[in-house]
């Protein structure tokens, strides 16, 4: 026991330093967000400011006369209904096509996967350019329907890499006594494996709702007024013209955290149940 020392308080040493390599750019922006401005251009800087203020949270959900809060406030809603959208195609679709891969046989269906796998994996700067002339050939730009559309072409890959895994894990026993109860392919996966599977539904789900919710590079070059505009460009566009607002963009950031957050927290156990897979034969 006594030899196991030294190595339990590597562990601890560890577990903090990257306790406070993960929380402290949180807590750093949550400080920011309650300082006043001439707190936060100290030199040297005072880690802990003597005075706070709620003033920027008050400003961001109430000051209507505010073109960048209005404009935050529209952005939030823009993503929210971007991100439900975008998760509930996704699921639909990549769960059925995860379905198929993990049940169906058929030729090349392995390369298939990895075909999927690797178009998630493509780096958006490399695609930009053909997306955007499609789009604006469509007529679709500055409009939320083909960021749904845009987000969807990442995250369905990804739903359905982890569904087809997931998949896979259910007892065949299921399927098959639906089948001599007379249920087709569809009838099986609607009645029988989507409520087995609800765990892994909703973890997947609880994935695509962030990766849709913290997407900043298509909402940046597809989307240019207020009608489409999503939080993560909201929240940079939090400067003026010769002043950056950084106590108004960490607040900004905390509120635009906070839906996540929640979700997590709320959906934890069957987030946790989804992630440690299906039921086993």
Same mark, same amino acid.
Request: with cysteine; charged share 15%.
């Given at each position: 026991?006594?030899?196991?020392? =030294? !190595?339990?308080?590597?562990?601890? $040493?560890?577990?903090?330093?990257?306790?406070?390599?993960?929380?402290? =750019?949180?807590?750093?922006? +949550?400080?920011?967000? $309650?300082?006043?401005?001439?707190?936060? /251009?100290?030199?040297?800087?005072?880690?802990?400011?003597?005075?706070? #203020?709620?003033?920027?949270?008050?400003?961001? !959900? /109430?000051?209507?006369?505010?073109?960048? /809060?209005? /404009?935050?406030?529209?952005?939030?809603?823009? #993503?929210?209904?971007? &991100?439900?959208?975008?998760?509930?195609?996704?699921?639909?679709?990549?769960?059925? &096509?995860?379905?198929?891969f993990a049940r169906l046989k058929f030729k090349f269906r392995q390369n298939m996967i990895y075909v999927f796998l690797f178009t998630y994996m493509i780096p958006p700067v490399v695609i930009v350019l053909p997306l955007y002339l499609m789009v604006s050939n469509l007529n679709m730009l500055d409009s939320k329907i083909s960021l749904i559309l845009l987000n969807a072409t990442f995250i369905i890959p990804f739903v359905i890499w982890i569904m087809q895994s997931y998949f896979r894990s259910i007892s065949k026993d299921y399927?098959?006594?639906?089948?001599?109860?007379?249920?087709?392919?569809?009838?099986?996966?609607?009645?029988?494996?989507?409520?087995?599977?609800?765990?892994?539904?909703?973890?997947?789900?609880?994935?695509?709702?962030?990766?849709?919710?913290?997407? +900043?590079?298509?909402?940046?070059?597809?989307?240019?007024?207020?009608? &489409?505009?999503?939080?993560?460009?909201?929240?940079?566009?939090?400067?003026?013209?010769?002043?950056?607002?950084?106590?108004?963009?960490?607040?900004?950031?905390?509120?635009?955290?906070? =839906? =996540?957050?929640?979700?997590? $927290?709320?959906?934890?156990?069957?987030?946790?149940?989804?992630?440690?897979?299906?039921?086993?034969?």
């Amino acid at each position: 026991m006594y030899k196991n020392k =030294p !190595f339990i308080m590597l562990q601890y $040493i560890f577990a903090l330093v990257v306790t406070i390599c993960t929380l402290g =750019p949180f807590i750093w922006m +949550f400080i920011t967000s $309650i300082a006043y401005t001439e707190d936060l /251009t100290k030199v040297p800087l005072d880690w802990m400011p003597e005075r706070v #203020t709620w003033q920027r949270y008050i400003d961001i !959900f /109430t000051d209507s006369g505010n073109e960048v /809060t209005s /404009t935050f406030r529209q952005a939030m809603v823009n #993503t929210i209904q971007v &991100a439900l959208a975008v998760t509930l195609l996704s699921l639909i679709i990549g769960g059925i &096509a995860a379905y198929a891969f993990a049940r169906l046989k058929f030729k090349f269906r392995q390369n298939m996967i990895y075909v999927f796998l690797f178009t998630y994996m493509i780096p958006p700067v490399v695609i930009v350019l053909p997306l955007y002339l499609m789009v604006s050939n469509l007529n679709m730009l500055d409009s939320k329907i083909s960021l749904i559309l845009l987000n969807a072409t990442f995250i369905i890959p990804f739903v359905i890499w982890i569904m087809q895994s997931y998949f896979r894990s259910i007892s065949k026993d299921y399927e098959e006594a639906a089948a001599i109860d007379g249920c087709n392919r569809f009838q099986t996966l609607w009645h029988i494996i989507i409520p087995v599977a609800r765990s892994g539904f909703i973890a997947t789900g609880i994935l695509a709702f962030l990766m849709s919710w913290e997407e +900043f590079f298509y909402a940046l070059i597809f989307t240019s007024s207020l009608e &489409a505009k999503t939080i993560s460009v909201a929240i940079a566009e939090f400067s003026g013209r010769h002043l950056t607002d950084y106590g108004m963009t960490a607040a900004g950031g905390i509120v635009a955290s906070i =839906p =996540p957050i929640l979700i997590a $927290i709320i959906f934890r156990k069957f987030l946790i149940a989804g992630l440690s897979g299906g039921v086993k034969e």
